[in-house]
């Protein structure tokens, strides 16, 4: 079996924004709604004369217990034998209950003013019709055998992705030893991105 996960450095994260830039292109989302599958948050700490600037990359965790599936009333929500969480958009009414559910703030609606802007933006458009929209790990690149968007561009290689069933990808081993932790684990969604924490 194979188990999709992301490991994220925040040591090496530069805080350039191409993940968002590639993911955005490469799914079309509604960047003029600022809405994004990926999102680098920037955050500055001081101490004394010391100030530090923090980068903390943000995406759905593709949770191995996703709490949005299980809200989801019309099944559009649904998780691949890889663990990859994804959309049915035919399937979903937009009633925002997945939104609601989810601890990492990872859903947003793709509205029907969005697909018209966005065939406008992109020119041609992937999406039929509005729904819920959220990261995908770039499943259609995954099938083609690439690394989700937002790997590929990471000029700090920052994002790490492998397969957690396998005992000898660098993924499995950061995680393994403990070097790379899944952000808000109490909640027992068993989510799938996992953190490298500030030296």
């Known amino acids: 079996m194979t188990r999709y996960a992301m490991v994220i450095d925040m040591n090496t994260c530069v805080g350039c924004n191409a993940c968002m830039a ?29 100030v530090h600037r923090h980068f903390i990359p943000r995406l759905c965790n593709h949770c191995a217990n996703p709490a949005c599936m299980s809200v989801c009333p019309t099944g559009a929500t649904y998780q691949t034998k890889d663990g990859v969480v994804l959309v049915d958009e035919e399937l979903c009414m937009g009633c925002q209950a997945c939104a609601l559910a989810c601890p990492y703030d990872a859903r947003y609606p793709y509205t029907h003013d969005d697909i018209a802007e966005g065939k406008k933006f992109y020119g041609t458009l992937h999406r039929k019709s509005p729904s819920m929209d959220k990261c995908s790990f770039c499943n259609h690149r995954l099938e083609a055998g690439k690394p ?26 950061l995680v393994r030893t403990h070097k790379a932790k899944p952000l808000m684990a109490h909640l027992g969604t068993r989510p799938n991105v996992y953190y490298i924490p500030e030296r």
């Open 148 to 173: 989700p968007a937002c790997v590929q561009t990471c000029v700090g290689y920052a994002r790490i992705f492998g397969d957690l069933d396998n005992p000898i990808d660098p993924v499995t081993e």
């Open 22 to 50: 590639a993911c955005s292109l490469e799914n079309q989302t509604p960047v003029w709604s600022d809405q994004w599958r990926t999102y680098v948050h920037d955050r500055e700490t001081a101490s004394g004369r010391a």
